[in-house]
Every structure is written in structure tokens, then in C-alpha cells.
């Protein structure tokens, strides 16, 4: 302390220019959260405020969660039908200059200061992709992001899609109205059900922890551990499952994080979903909003998540009980018809009166209903056909 005192001192009176004792003190604290960890950090009045009014689902900017790493911004998930979604910013992706500003040396709430703006307003963002070989810059229109958080839509009869794009206080709320619609729109109760946590970057714990309870009858669903009392916590399933036991089938990506992990962790633990995509971004630790005097807060890690087998998220993330790749198939793959008799030159004729199709035509069924095909989303098209296999083994083990 004596050694921060003389800093200060030094500070205020050899510093080329005169500087504010409010602002030094800030940025001391500043210094020390961001020596802990990445997620550790000051929120002065203005940064309370935005994260107060951000976890109701309504916030200004961009649209993306990030992180810091090697002292640039790192793209955690971009979120749903935002600025940044639609401009083509992917999870992974490293910013390293905001308009003509270099990102390195920044802190995190620096960058997420320019990030946010006035909305129409415009920002070039600089970013570096794996795969590769040059940056790319990508102009974002700033806009009001409203996050709906919850999406959903039938595959096929009997078959849910369910896509979760944040965790708010409500989203467990949500998605169960929205499955009671997706039956109704079945005409039964649901065979099987695609839960897309995919790009999800977390979000309220509550929000998680009701989620997955939706699903489990019982048993624990995550634990906490830290060094004070109030960070250690039990969550535990009630009864009940709003698919009533129908397979389940969870989709991840890198961009999967915190409470998205929270989720698949559970499901996977008790067995009740089967886990597909890639390893998740591996962020399991609870950062608690401890309010300070004039309208500030820190946000500090508390604790470590852990699965109800006992597994840390934290830099490791969920592994997969299938790993499978995102690709994309291109439009010549698409469009190529598998060769049939009826193609070859001076095939023989049905021998029943019927008229032989020309390979393009089709009828106006056919036309009409377009199933999922594996160049509109290969994961989830795999999902698909993963929750058809579990249906017809689920019947015949009865």
C-alpha cells in the first residue's frame, strides 16, 4: 500500500500534465481486476447502467459477445440477426483495429466503448480469421439490439428445432411456449428435438439452470465453488420434462460459452441429450456484480462452475459425444442430380403406360416441400437424421 501511496504521489506531482484523483484511482483499480483474469473488471456508472439494461435483452451496438486475448479482442459469438451477424463477423474471429485505431494496448471496456455508438453510425472493424492469409475489414452499421432470445420451427412432422441465441431471465419462459407451439403445429407431442446452443455466449445463470431443468426430472444440474460461502451453490432439477422424454439432440460450437456450457454439460452428465458440433469455448467461471458507492461495481470471478459429474468447464470446455465439423456445401455440389436409368440415352420404357419424367421436372408437391438438405446447415441436417435413429431405437428397445 505504502508503495501504491508513493506512486500516486510521484503521480500527482513530476506527471507532464495535471491529472484527476478520481481518474487515477479508477484506472489503479482498473490495473489490478485486469491482472486476475479476463472476465475481472471496474464498471464505472455508465458500465453498471449498460449491464443492468444488456441482461434484460436490449442494448446498443454491434451485437457481438468478445473476450480479450493476447491483448486483442477476440469474437466470442455474434448474436443472433444483429449488425455484426449479418455483416458476416464469425465466433473466433480477432479484432485488432477499430477504424483506424490499434485494439492492441486497450483494455476490454475500451474497445467496447468504440464498439458502441450512436445507432446508423458506422465502424470498420479489422479482423483476423484462421484460415486466412490477409485481414479483413468489415463495416458495421451500429443499430438498437433487441435480443429475442429464443426461435423456433419445425423440421419435419414430429421433429422441433430450437434455437437458444442468449440466456435471459426469461428464456426458459420462452422456450417453453414456444415447444407447447411446436405441438400444436404437430398435431401430436414431438418425436424428437434439435436444441441449437451454437454460438450462444452464456448469459443469466438462472436463465441456464431453468433450461436445462426443463428437461430433467431430477438431479443436480451445476455446482459452484469458491472461497466465500454465498459462491458455493447447488442447482437441482425439479420434476417434469416438457418433451416428455423424447431424444434430444444438442448442437455446439466454440462460440458455445458459460451458460450454453452449462446447459449441454448437464444434459450430457445425466444422459438425457446427445451432445453434437465441436469443443465448446471453455469459460466456466461466475463473475459476481458486487456494487460499490456512486452508482459503480466491480465484476469479480467468484467461482468455478462444475457439471454434476464434477467436470470444470473453465479452459476446458465440453467435449462433444459427437465431434462433427461445420461445412458448407457449395451450389454446384447442391444442384447435381444423381444419375438415373430414365437420364440414360435409349433407355428402355416403363412397360406400364407411364410416362417417363425428365430428371428437372417435378410435381408441385415436390416443389412445395424442400427438406433440409446438407447444404443449408450441416450439422443440423446431421442432427436430424441423428434424432430419426434415436426415435426408431427408442421404439424398438420398448
Do not use: W
Amino acid at each position: 500500500l505504502r508503495t501504491c501511496s508513493d506512486v500516486f504521489g510521484r503521480i500527482k506531482n513530476d506527471y507532464v500534465f495535471d491529472v484527476d484523483d478520481k481518474e487515477l484511482i479508477e484506472n489503479a483499480i482498473r490495473g489490478m481486476l485486469s491482472g486476475l483474469d479476463p472476465h475481472s473488471s471496474y464498471l464505472d456508472a455508465e458500465q453498471f447502467t449498460e449491464l443492468q439494461v444488456g441482461t434484460t435483452g436490449q442494448f446498443g451496438g454491434l451485437g457481438i459477445e468478445v473476450g480479450m486475448e493476447n491483448g486483442f479482442v477476440k469474437v466470442i459469438a455474434p448474436i443472433d440477426d444483429t449488425p455484426a451477424q449479418r455483416a458476416g463477423v464469425e465466433a473466433g474471429d480477432l479484432v485488432i483495429r477499430l477504424d483506424d485505431t490499434p485494439v492492441k494496448g486497450m483494455t476490454l471496456n475500451d474497445a467496447v466503448k468504440i464498439m458502441r455508438g450512436k445507432p446508423g453510425s458506422d465502424i470498420e472493424l479489422t479482423i483476423v480469421r484462421e484460415g486466412l492469409d490477409q485481414p479483413l475489414k468489415i463495416t458495421i452499421t451500429r443499430d438498437i439490439i433487441k435480443v429475442k432470445s429464443v426461435r423456433a420451427r419445425m423440421l419435419e412432422p414430429g421433429f422441433g428445432y430450437l434455437r437458444i441465441s442468449q440466456f435471459q431471465s426469461k428464456s426458459a419462459e420462452n422456450m417453453v411456449d414456444a415447444i407447447e407451439d411446436l405441438k400444436k403445429e404437430n398435431k401430436a407431442p414431438l418425436q424428437g428435438l434439435v436444441l441449437d446452443l451454437r454460438n450462444n455466449p452464456g448469459g443469466v445463470v438462472n436463465g441456464a439452470v431453468a433450461v436445462s431443468d426443463a428437461f430433467l426430472k431430477k438431479g443436480m444440474i451445476v455446482y459452484t465453488e469458491g472461497r466465500i460461502a454465498d459462491s458455493r451453490l447447488r442447482f437441482n432439477a425439479t420434476p417434469d420434462d416438457v418433451i416428455d422424454g423424447a431424444p434430444l439432440v444438442v448442437l455446439v460450437n466454440q462460440g458455445s460459452a458459460s451458460a450454453s456450457e452449462i446447459v449441454a454439460g448437464a444434459l450430457q452428465d445425466h444422459k438425457r441429450a446427445i451432445i453434437v458440433g465441436v469443443q465448446t469455448f471453455g469459460k466456466g467461471s461466475v463473475q459476481t456484480i458486487l456494487p460499490l458507492s456512486s452508482d459503480s461495481a466491480l465484476k469479480l470471478t467468484t467461482a468455478r462452475y462444475y457439471t454434476p459429474s464434477g467436470r470444470s468447464i473453465q479452459a476446458e470446455g465440453i467435449t462433444p459425444d459427437i465431434e462433427l465439423e461445420s461445412i458448407k456445401v457449395s451450389s454446384v455440389e447442391r444442384n447435381i442430380e444423381p444419375l438415373k436409368e430414365a437420364d440414360l440415352s435409349g433407355h428402355l420404357e416403363n412397360g406400364n403406360g407411364k410416362h417417363d419424367k425428365k430428371a428437372d421436372e417435378k410435381s408441385a408437391d415436390e416443389e412445395e416441400d424442400v427438406a433440409l438438405s446438407p447444404a443449408d446447415d450441416y450439422m443440423l441436417y446431421e442432427a436430424l437424421n441423428l434424432l430419426k435413429g434415436l426415435v426408431i431405437l427408442q421404439e424398438r428397445m420398448q
